[in-house]
């Protein structure tokens, strides 16, 4: 069975969605994007249209300017995928060996250059553990007093790791569904953390950022803590984050509470 592609969100999640749930955790990123997508149209991340595809033993989700999302597949299915996928293409995320062999067959196809743009980790909470010593303060969910603080800290967050990202929209997304959650202290949030929406039991703890000033006091280990206790506590079966490799105290950090290391991925760049 080779690749097969569409623009319609609906017909990837019919004919892909039982390949994506056997592992919802490996495929955290994959499935939150597909609903996202679903759910607030094919602009959700630009203006272009978004592509989907699947095979026996892999999908993909692209949607410009992101780089496209692999998930796990072999190294024939990721060359077969170098081949259909047209016009410029600013990169692939992915585990590490889909990367690694879509990008030696890109190489091959186009002629381009490549370059490590990211390494992260996938994290998975096996059984949570308080923060010790506890940080000072408590967590709360956010409000929509909080919206302006949230975007301020997400925009900064986001030009510290060189990511793109509506910040408006990825801030209002969550605080709908209650997905954002501080720390304070004396009522003056210091961190900040959020989750995506179940899907097949699964959520995500991601935008975990603690400004300059109230770093160094365990908050982002607080926060953290506090939102993956409210994810257990509504039912989730899986809580899961990523953490760039080359930023040791996140790395130190999660499994100090519990979560533990599965697979390592790369986003490769493809200056054009």
């Not at 592992?23 to 597909?34: G, S």
Request: net charge negative; proline share 8%; charged share 20%.
């Amino acid at each position: 069975m080779g690749w097969h592609s569409t623009d319609d969100v609906n017909e990837f999640l019919t004919a892909a969605g039982e390949f994506l749930h056997r592992q919802p955790v490996r495929n955290t990123v994959l499935i939150t994007v597909a609903d996202t997508v679903k759910r607030r149209g094919p602009q959700a991340y630009g203006a272009d249209t978004p592509l989907f595809g699947w095979a026996e033993d892999g999908a993909f989700v692209r949607t410009p300017p992101m780089p496209a999302v692999l998930s796990a597949m072999s190294d024939a299915t990721a060359a077969a995928l170098a081949e259909l996928i047209e016009g410029p293409l600013p990169g692939v995320t992915g585990p590490d060996a889909a990367v690694a062999a879509f990008t030696r067959a890109w190489q091959r196809r186009t002629g381009g250059t490549a370059q490590v743009g990211v390494r992260m980790r996938l994290f998975r909470l096996d059984q949570l553990v308080q923060p010790a010593p506890a940080p000072v303060g408590t967590a709360r969910i956010c409000g929509p007093a909080d919206r302006e603080l949230l975007i301020d800290w997400t925009t900064e967050m986001f030009r510290e790791v060189g990511e793109m990202a509506k910040v408006p929209e990825f801030v209002d997304e969550r605080m709908s569904y209650g997905g954002q959650m501080v720390w304070e202290i004396d009522g003056n949030p210091v961190s900040m953390a959020a989750i995506t929406r179940p899907e097949a039991g699964m959520v995500r703890i991601q935008a975990v950022y603690t400004p300059r000033e109230h770093r160094g006091h365990g908050y982002a280990a607080g926060v953290t803590a506090a939102l993956s206790r409210a994810a257990l506590d509504a039912g989730a079966s899986d809580v899961v984050l990523f953490t760039d490799l080359a930023n040791p105290t996140a790395n130190a950090l999660y499994p100090r509470i519990g979560y533990v290391p599965l697979e390592d991925r790369t986003t490769m760049e493809f200056p054009s």
